[in-house]
């Protein structure tokens, strides 16, 4: 059983900062990439930001210079350091991890519980 499991979100003024973490756990073959997604109120779920294995990143067009996507291999741990956060990154953000798990060696999509970012005055 692989899980992944979020923290960091909350309510932040424009203009601050928040972290987020993303540790997956379980029996866990390879992760070939971890990344975050988010979802507004009435909006669909858009890609924010993901990382590769062998290290690359790529962001969506409207976070890139205020986002880093980091991840730590050894922990199975993804992170997205959110700066200069606008009130319209308010949304509810999700990490998910491409992963091949052992139970069954197949490689699929997993993704955690969700943690709402808020930023307003």
């Known amino acids: 059983q692989v899980q992944l499991v979020e923290s960091g979100g909350g309510l932040v003024q424009p203009g601050g900062s928040l972290r987020l973490s993303c540790a997956a756990s379980g029996s866990i073959v390879s992760i070939y990439s971890m990344g975050w997604y988010r979802q507004a109120p009435g909006k669909q779920r858009e890609l924010v930001a993901y990382i590769r294995s062998d290290g690359t990143t790529n962001y969506v067009d409207s976070v890139k210079g205020r986002f880093t996507v980091s991840r730590d291999n050894a922990k199975n741990t993804v992170f997205l350091q959110m700066n200069s956060l606008k009130s319209e990154d308010t949304a509810v953000y999700y990490c998910?991890?491409?992963?091949?798990?052992?139970?069954?060696?197949?490689?699929?999509?997993?993704w955690g519980q969700g943690t709402q970012v808020t930023v307003s005055s």
């Open positions: 998910y991890a491409d992963l091949r798990g052992r139970a069954n060696m197949r490689r699929s999509d997993y």
